[in-house]
């Protein structure tokens, strides 16, 4: 079964910053991977996905992830954080098999004015 | 024009009550899901449904059962509630099980 690791539980970036949010997974065949974000008191939004093909993807909102498959890694960066990127994030793993689609635990993004 | 709907969109009740949540979607996807989020913002799927069938059911209390009348709906029935229910329940649904997964408001259920 695929898993979902987010070592960053808090991340505190001041605005402007640049921002790398990690994201490592465990799956035996090349997985659909996904990033989404989550505003205080909202649902969950689709950021960016990666299924194949460059493994540098574009999302919304000025994000993107490149997926590193040697690294079971699939990082989400932006080059200048707003105050308004401050919520939650979220990586998760989609399979064909197994549980289907797993979350991350989440890391938690504060952006300093 | 929503996608992915849910009602209510604050719960709160009483244990021992039972209770329902409800969600919709207009995207014609195949498969939908419920997740619980705890405090810790934690996200654990609970149930999904692929053309009317359980596809998965994870280790949650019979206490919860989900009904879907038809492919665009999948209702969350919860029935003597304790106070370890309190939590957000999200609705989602996909075109395919591993496929990107789009997610409704959330329902904030408090048991008190």
């Known amino acids: 079964a695929q898993s979902v690791t987010q070592p960053d539980i808090h991340i505190t970036v001041s605005e402007g910053a640049s921002l790398e949010l990690r994201c490592n997974y465990s799956y035996g065949a090349t997985p659909y991977l996904f990033w989404y974000v989550q505003s205080p008191g909202q649902g969950l939004q689709l950021l960016l996905k990666?299924?194949?093909?460059?493994?540098l993807v574009q999302g919304i909102k000025g994000f993107e992830a490149e997926f590193k498959r040697s690294q079971s890694s699939f990082n989400l960066r932006k080059p200048s954080v707003h105050w308004s990127d401050a919520a939650e994030y979220f990586c998760?793993?989609?399979?064909?098999?197994?549980?289907?689609?797993?979350f991350g635990p989440g890391t938690r993004l504060s952006v300093l004015p | 024009d929503t996608a992915v709907s849910q009602t209510p969109k604050y719960l709160v009740t009483q244990m021992g009550n039972d209770k329902s949540i409800k969600c919709e979607q207009n995207?014609?996807?195949?498969?939908m899901y419920w997740y619980k989020q705890d405090s810790k913002k934690f996200l654990k799927i609970m149930f999904s449904y692929n053309n009317k069938e359980l596809i998965i059911n994870e280790t949650v209390p019979n206490r919860f059962s989900p009904k879907s009348p038809d492919k665009a709906h999948l209702n969350l029935h919860i029935n003597s509630l304790e106070l370890g229910d309190s939590a957000v329940y999200f609705c989602?649904?996909?075109?395919?099980?591993?496929?990107?997964?789009?997610f409704g408001p959330g329902t904030r259920l408090t048991v008190t």
């Open positions: 998760a793993v989609g399979a064909n098999y197994g549980q289907n689609f797993v």
């Open positions: 995207l014609g996807h195949d498969t």
């Open positions: 990666y299924f194949s093909g460059d493994t």
């Open positions: 989602a649904s996909s075109q395919e099980t591993a496929g990107e997964q789009y």
